[in-house]
């Protein structure tokens, strides 16, 4: 008999992300799709509007990834990524708590700076209007 390989199996998923109307959060949306596209190869992501404002929500099969709105600040899309690939490798996994800290540590919610490389610091969406300190 042929000698048989341990495979791993892969499920799809669905990958929801309810953001906030800002230009710049679709931006970040677009990085983190790329970043779950190379994680996995079965996710199935999907953007929605949120009424909120600064949401940036990820949910995976019905469960949080990630909340903004909860932890006041946006993912490492890598930590994201990696998230999503262990549910589809039905891994063990948990809710995302970390933040990632802005670059230019203005310290406001909304900073993309140095998370997104998308979005620059003209529409950054934080309240330092484009004039983070050391950005
Ligand atoms: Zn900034
Ligand atoms: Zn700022």
């Known amino acids: 008999m042929a000698g048989r390989q341990r495979r791993v199996s892969i499920r799809s998923v669905n990958v929801t992300v309810e953001m906030a109307k800002d230009k710049a959060y679709k931006q970040l949306y677009s990085e983190l799709v790329s970043w779950i596209r190379k994680a996995t190869a079965k996710a199935e992501v999907t953007g929605a509007l949120s009424h909120e404002e600064g949401a940036f929500e990820i949910h995976c099969e019905g469960r949080v990834i990630f909340s903004k709105l909860a932890r006041h600040g946006f993912p490492v899309l890598n930590e994201v990524a990696q998230v999503v690939r ?42 330092c209007d484009g004039e983070c300190p050391g950005a």
């Not at 549910?87 to 997104?116: L, Q, V």
């Open 86 to 127: 262990c549910i589809s490798e039905s891994k063990p996994w948990e809710e995302i708590t970390k933040i990632n800290r802005a670059k230019c540590r203005c310290g406001h919610e909304d900073c993309m700076c140095g998370i997104s490389i998308m979005v620059t610091k003209a529409t950054c969406p934080c309240e």
